[in-house]
C-alpha cells in the first residue's frame, strides 16, 4: 500500500459551495479507499490564492514531502488546481 498526503484549497467564499474543504476531502478520501492508498495526512489552506507557493500548509507539506523518513509516494488532490494555477509552479514541485 502506498502512502500519500492529500492537499485541500480555497480561495474565497464563493468557492464554498462547489468545491468547499469538505466536498476535497471527501473526494480524496473516497479516491485512497477505492486506489488502496493510505492517506497520511490532509493540508489544508482556506482563503488562499494558488497565485504562488506562498501558503503555510503548502509549505508543511513540501518541508514534510522533503524528509526521506516520511516515507510518502504522493499528493492527492480534488483537482490540479487547488494545488497550483501555474504550471510554472507545477514544474518546479515536479522537480
Given at each position: 500500500?502506498?502512502?500519500?498526503?492529500?492537499?485541500?484549497r480555497?480561495?474565497?467564499?464563493?468557492?464554498?459551495?462547489?468545491?468547499?474543504?469538505?466536498?476535497q476531502?471527501?473526494?480524496?478520501?473516497?479516491?485512497?479507499?477505492?486506489?488502496?492508498?493510505?492517506?497520511?495526512?490532509?493540508?489544508?489552506?482556506?482563503?488562499?490564492?494558488?497565485?504562488?507557493?506562498?501558503?503555510?500548509?503548502?509549505?508543511?507539506?513540501?518541508?514534510?514531502?522533503?524528509?526521506k523518513?516520511?516515507?510518502?509516494?504522493?499528493?492527492v488532490?480534488?483537482?490540479?488546481?487547488?494545488?497550483?494555477?501555474?504550471?510554472?509552479d507545477?514544474?518546479g514541485?515536479?522537480?
Open positions: 500500500m502506498k502512502n500519500v498526503v492529500g492537499y485541500v480555497i480561495s474565497s467564499a464563493s468557492q464554498i459551495d462547489n468545491t468547499s474543504i469538505e466536498v476531502i471527501e473526494k480524496i478520501e473516497m479516491y485512497c479507499s477505492l486506489h488502496n492508498l493510505n492517506l497520511v495526512k490532509i493540508y489544508k489552506d482556506e482563503g488562499i490564492s494558488a497565485k504562488n507557493t506562498d501558503r503555510p500548509n503548502y509549505q508543511d507539506m513540501m518541508e514534510f514531502l522533503s524528509n523518513e516520511s516515507n510518502v509516494d504522493g499528493i488532490v480534488y483537482k490540479n488546481d487547488r494545488l497550483h494555477r501555474s504550471l510554472y507545477l514544474l514541485m515536479i522537480k
